[in-house]
């Protein structure tokens, strides 16, 4: 069975107006069978009293049937009595108010899930939020709903009954329209359709994410905006042929001085029960509410492939190890039958025939695959400019650097995954992502440039920004979140030249002071994190400086201790000595009162667990992922232009 639905924007109290408009449309593109009225059906408490009591006493004619919703206001006392005092919602003929978490199905077979109210964040885990009395909703609103029927199974007392497997094999329902008053944070995520550009960033809702995801409707509607976007359409992998389409609408009866946005929306929908195969659409985009999730990433075998998570250098992920995975052992040498090394390494090397001369040392006694000064340079010395990566050293080339041959720092890999013995291949600077004189740098993200260091925007930087940014959790424009990077390709700040040390440490300092002046002025302030890494395919030593509101300071240092598998040392100055002078890995983190959190790193070590904890703390796990945060070129661009704004008054460097 189809059903013709018309959705229309806010009215606001314009009842008359939009009864005429919605009659004339019926008459001249019709018949619907429904109206859906979204967001703010009435005007404000105390605004229109004589059009609500007309409206109340069904003095209006409704064209049809239809439905209306709590938007950003609460609902006038009048229509909360009348809709308590009758069955259904029922308001007047035709009209009937929606719940304000509810599931509701309509004559035709349509299945409706609404959402009511606006979304606060600081309320949101407060209060019941129920009450169509109060404003906005909150966490109980949303469990409510993503505990219906329609959308999740209830728990049975025996899962192993007849009832159990009946009700696991009959398929839900679902919903096929889903009505809120915000968007979902992430709907705009994979999108090419650039949104309106909004000023606030109230009409985004993180918590309707799940209710997305666990609802998985046809429709979408949104208002609160108040301006029309379309989304392209995307599609739910697990439910055969499902597609949700996202449709924000314009707000009818509010007066506007420019372009009206429109109102209304038109379409065909049929019954759950009678959809049949359809092919997939051409302009179908990845689903934004199925994005790889942090514990995909953190389950990542080696942390190898991420080391350049800033600048969309990703790899491939290594190949599993040689173990057995019964008794989880290595697998014993072929040759000799030990396990505590390959038949690669086996110290049982093949004797060559009588006569036999490598021609790499011209020597005998062993195979070329086995000659000892392989990848050794003799101790020849590089020449003027070359550092080594692994140490910082000038005085030798990296296949003679004893840190980097330490059999204790563990085995590499090559660009394919494959492990390998010796040192990490040297990385040329035409294939670091930090080095200036890298082509494929993007430059159009780099907001200074001084004598040791430049400051610039990462790629998928951290604070939301653009359409999405919140003055409440995103004070800096163009979000602020900065790397400080040495503009000399050094591997890590603890094993700098002596030559060069002082400058390039004193010129990140006076920058990071810097940028903490210049977020004070937004109300905000720095967390400073570095990772020390000298293992793995590449390196080039960056600090990244994050923006939080000020309120959360005293937070951060909770919001790194989560994780028991990261261990602060007692000691953070002492152990930062001790990494310097044993060349050892370490995560660092500074506070924004000015203290010090070290971990040093032994083995796998996920690479994001600074941007991890900050975006817990700032209630956008969304965020985790940068590159499900890369936006385009000319948003980049945007967001460079306004931070520079903002710190050129402070820029040791201007």
Known sequence: MSCRVLAVGPVLGSFREIFAKVKAMDEKHGKFDLLLCTGDFFAKEGEGEEALDELLAGSLDVPMHAYVMQGTYPLPQKVIKKAEETSGG??????????????????????????????????????????????????????????????????????????????????LPLIDILLTNPWPLSIDMYSTGKPPEISSSNYLSDPLNEVVLKAKPRYHFASLPGK?????????????????????????????????????????????????????????????????????????????????????????????????????????CRKCGAVDHTIRDCPEKETPPEGYVCRKCQEPG????????????????????????????????????????????????????????????????????????????????????GTECYVTLPKGQLPYTGHKADKDWTPVPGGGHVLIVPIEHHPTLHTLPEDVRSPILDEIEKTTAALKECYKSFGAVPVVFEIARLSGMGGHAHVQVV???????????????????????Q????????????????????????????????????????????ANLMGAPDRVDWKACIGSDEAEEADTKAFQAAFTPFDPSS
């Not at 109980?140 to 007392?157: D, F, N, W």
Request: aromatic residues 10%; contains cysteine.
């Open 366 to 449: 062993h195979y070329v695959k086995d000659c000892p000064v392989t990848g050794d340079t003799g101790g020849k010395k590089p020449k003027e400019g070359y550092v080594c990566r692994a140490c910082g050293s000038d005085q030798h080339f990296i296949q003679d650097c004893p840190v980097a041959n330490d059999p204790s720092r563990g085995r590499h890999h090559d660009d394919g995954g494959r492990k390998r013995k010796g040192p990490p291949r040297e990385i040329r600077p035409d294939e670091c992502w930090f080095c200036l004189s890298n082509p494929r740098l993007a430059k159009h993200l780099i907001v200074t440039i």
């Open 547 to 569: 923006p939080i509101p000020a309120r959360l300071k005293d937070e951060v240092e909770a919001a790194f201790s989560k994780d028991p598998a990261v261990v602060w040392e």
């Open 90 to 171: 029922y308001l007047c003929p035709n009209l009937y108010l929606l719940g304000k978490s509810s599931v509701t199905l309509t004559p035709q077979g349509i299945r409706i899930a609404c959402i009511g109210g606006a979304y606060d964040r600081e309320l949101y885990k407060s209060g019941k939020g129920l009450d169509h009395a109060v404003g906005h909703f909150t966490a109980q609103t949303v469990k409510s709903l993503v505990s219906h029927p329609s959308i999740t199974r209830p728990a049975l007392e025996n899962p192993n009954s007849l009832a159990a497997a009946k009700a696991a094999s009959t398929p």
């Open 228 to 332: 029309f976007w379309e989304r392209e359409p995307f599609m739910w992998e697990a439910e055969e042929n499902r597609v949700t389409r996202f449709i924000s609408l314009g707000s009818f009866g509010e007066v506007t001085t420019g372009k009206k946005q429109r109102w209304f929306y038109a379409f065909s929908i049929t019954t759950a029960s009678s959809i049949s195969q359809q092919p997939k659409l051409p302009n179908v985009t990845k689903n934004p509410f199925q994005a790889p999730s942090l514990n995909q990433a953190q389950k990542r075998p080696s942390d190898e492939t991420s080391e350049n998570f800033i600048w969309n250098d990703t790899g491939k992920p290594p190949k599993k190890s040689r173990t057995d995975s019964k008794e989880g052992k290595s697998k014993p």
């Open 571 to 614: 000691d953070p100055e002492a152990a930062l000595r001790d990494a310097a002078e044993s060349k050892r890995d370490y995560f660092r983190v500074a506070l924004p009162d000015g203290r010090q959190m070290v971990h040093m790193i032994s083995g796998f070590f996920n690479l994001q667990f600074g941007r991890f904890a900050l």
